[in-house]
């Protein structure tokens, strides 16, 4: 069964740094094109990063500069290193496979994990 | 950046009805449309792709149809199971999903 698994999320004060992790069985993360997309509380869907096969990384305007996608092929994880945290990143992170890397069919999605930012 | 405005942001339907959402483009877009059901405290779940393709595994009940700015998602006979939030997702220089459907029970 092809499953991902998000961890790392948690309470930390703004301005503070925080890792996620995205453990996938199944599938290889370094064969895929994997994105985080999180979920403001009470909120819609906001894509925040990916990684495309080839290792290239891309973001969101909201997050360029203060967030790094990268992943660990050994570990078939792919990972979120959010610096700089701000009130408005506190949100549910999911990871999601990119089904043909186009950005328009994300067709496996972890169970995501809650990141709070507060003091 | 184009923006995706879905309508209505929440509609109230029985059983068995047919249900249509649409999500509608700033402006005209070539590339195709998806569109995902997401129930509370879950991660959401792809139903169509390329517009009008059912991924595998979503009852034949749900479809996609548009071009240009207007897209739909129709529920042709609403069950139990289909009360969610359904959100459209274009990716033009990047992914964009729109502001989100609840389907709540009339």
């Known amino acids: 069964e092809v499953q991902l698994v998000e961890s790392g999320g948690g309470l930390v004060q703004p301005g503070g740094s925080l890792r996620l992790s995205c453990a996938a069985s199944?599938?290889?993360?370094?064969?895929?094109?994997m994105r985080w997309v999180r979920q403001a509380p009470g909120k819609g869907l906001e894509w925040v990063s990916v990684?495309?096969?080839?290792?290239?990384?891309y973001y969101a305007d909201s997050v360029r500069g203060r967030f790094t996608i990268s992943r660990d092929n050994s570990k078939n994880t792919v990972n979120l290193e959010m610096n700089s945290l701000r009130g408005d990143d506190t949100a549910v992170y999911y990871c999601?496979?990119?089904?043909?890397?186009?950005?328009?069919?994300?067709?496996?999605w972890g169970q995501g994990t809650m990141v709070t930012v507060s003091s | 950046a184009i923006q995706l405005t879905q309508s209505p942001s929440s509609l109230s339907a029985s059983i068995g009805d047919r249900v249509t959402i649409t999500c509608r483009a700033s402006q005209g877009i070539t590339s195709a449309l998806a569109w995902y059901q997401q129930k509370p405290g879950k991660a959401p779940k792809l139903l169509i792709y390329d517009t009008s393709s059912l991924e595998s595994g979503v009852p034949s009940r749900f479809s996609g149809s548009g071009s240009g700015t207007d897209f739909t998602l129709t529920i042709s006979s609403l069950q139990p199971e289909d009360f969610a939030t359904y959100y459209c997702?274009?990716?033009?220089?990047?992914?964009?999903f729109g502001g989100g459907t609840k389907v709540e029970m009339k």
């Open positions: 999601a496979r990119d089904r043909g890397g186009g950005g328009k069919i994300f067709d496996i």
């Open positions: 199944g599938l290889s993360i370094s064969s895929n094109y």
């Open positions: 997702q274009q990716f033009t220089t990047y992914p964009a």
């Open positions: 990684i495309y096969r080839d290792g290239a990384t």
